[in-house]
């Protein structure tokens, strides 16, 4: 293939996922790119049949739709997952797939601890008791209505101990926390943490933070159950794949205050649905709940779309 006389058709099927990123327009460079905000199931296949490079994040890529782009030469995930493409399916017609793996692994962390520290320290509650005034009426100048322990000396349990479990890990030692991990898929060995059961981690876990892909090894790997066996005071964090956690059992667990809270950053359906019982908890100052943000800072979009710049160079020079 003579990539300087040929240019490429590029379609990137979901922009809007990735966010307005300085280096997204880079790819103009490579070929001439159809940029779509985002790509509904019932149009994809219209819009990938003249495609020689189709980028996508989330648009599923099935082998019917794989089949029908009968140009396409390479696929482009604009993440590290891969499941919303068929491999079999891409790999029996010769097209390659390549994803962008460790873009997020900083982001990850830092957002991590910012829900931890959420949770912990009680910041909004003291916000809002400045905010509304009634620190003004105290005679005393702080509070304590609102207890709060610290990291230093407490056991933090990693469930998935992979790029960002060890980015995580860091940061917890940095706040002085001993680190403990279960292996979801049973061979990550190689750690320089002590490595548990299951049920041991929770059992004595202060925190408990899911950093693991979701499969047949994890979905639905903490429930009722699990959540039961955790200490009253400890903070259960996902920031992994919803699926881990089983949602209505999680809030059933707050709701009977099984443990003191819990954040998550991933849902079973994405965008949460709005009669999912997480949001209906009691104490709803227990629970904090972003939406699968904890990969997106500047950098890490950055990243990952340089990422996918670098595989299309990489293939147009392989070909």
Known sequence: ????????????????????????????ELGDVTFYPMTTSDQTAERIKKADIVITNKVVLDGPLIRSATQLKLICIAATGMNNVDLEAAENLGIPVMNVSGYAANSVAQATFAMILHLLQGVSFYDLYVKSGEYSKSDIFTNHDHPFWELRDKRFGIIGMGTIGRKVATVAEAFGC?????????????????????????????????????????????????????KKHALLINTGRGGIVVESELANALDENLIAGAALDVFEKEPISSDNPLLKIKQSEKLVMVPHIAWASIEARRELIDGVIQNIKRFMKES
């Open 178 to 230: 001993e680190v403990v991990y279960f292996s979801t898929s049973g061979k990550n060995s190689g750690q320089p943490h002590l490595q548990l059961s299951l049920r041991e981690l929770l059992k004595t876990s202060d925190i408990v933070s899911i950093h693991a892909p979701l499969n047949q090894n994890t979905a639905r790997l903490i429930g009722y159950e699990e959540i039961s066996k955790m």
């Open 1 to 28: 293939m003579n990539t300087i006389q040929l240019r490429m058709h590029i379609v990137f099927l979901d922009t809007k996922t990735v966010g307005d990123t300085d280096n997204l327009k880079e790819l103009n």
